[in-house]
């Protein structure tokens, strides 16, 4: 049930999360694609985030490895970079606004704005009904003209973002409209870790 009140503790440990040294890339295609991000303007201190489309998974990167790795979804009409295709777009991006650091979890958002409905963790699994952008929004920009950046191709004016979702129980699987969701937990992580510090994207 869709609620407007306070919700319950958050729960423990995500399942989506991936125990460390089980990690779905070795270190040095790590440090090989942190490299590249490095050579794009990523700082040393930055973090790249890499969603792997065939995997399914969201992996985060710094300069000494992976960090951590959570279960996600790109777009359940595959990848593509077309204004209105609902496709998951590839290639380099950067996070350039981060949104809802100050809101509480399940935290639904309109447009990017709070608005009145916080969901209960209960409701993170949701069939049918609306499909939700929850509790934090990392919006990204594309780093590549013609393949991610401007014209028809923008993934910033697509509005793609990494967020969390009320369809948790799809994750690890293709399902959303073109972004890429988390759970709720783990985007709050996500967010937390990335506080303070430069984010590349890349979606491959």
């Known amino acids: 049930m869709n609620r407007a009140a306070t919700p319950a503790p958050i729960p423990p440990a995500s399942a989506a999360a991936i125990p460390a040294k089980r990690f779905s890339i070795p270190p040095a295609e790590a440090a090989e694609v942190f490299g590249e991000a490095l050579r794009r303007g990523l700082p040393a201190n930055g973090l790249l985030v890499v969603a792997d489309i065939r995997l399914q998974r969201l992996l985060v990167v710094e300069a000494a490895g992976v960090v951590c790795e959570y279960a996600m979804s790109s777009s359940k009409y595959g990848t593509g970079n077309k204004v209105g295709s609902n496709q998951t777009p590839l290639g380099w991006h950067r996070v350039s606004e981060r949104i809802g650091g100050d809101q509480i979890h399940g935290r639904s958002f309109t447009s990017r704005r709070p608005d ?89």
């Open 116 to 204: 009145p409905v916080v969901l209960d963790p209960a409701d993170w699994r949701s069939d049918g009904g609306r499909d939700y952008v929850l509790t934090r929004i990392l919006w990204l920009t594309g780093l590549e003209p013609g393949v991610n950046a401007g014209g028809t191709v923008d993934s910033h004016e697509r509005c793609i973002y990494i967020h969390g979702t009320n369809q948790e129980h799809l994750l690890g699987q293709p399902a959303s409209h073109g972004c890429i969701r988390l759970s709720n937990r783990d985007v709050m992580e996500l967010y937390d870790v990335a506080e303070g510090r430069e984010v590349y994207c890349l979606i491959r």
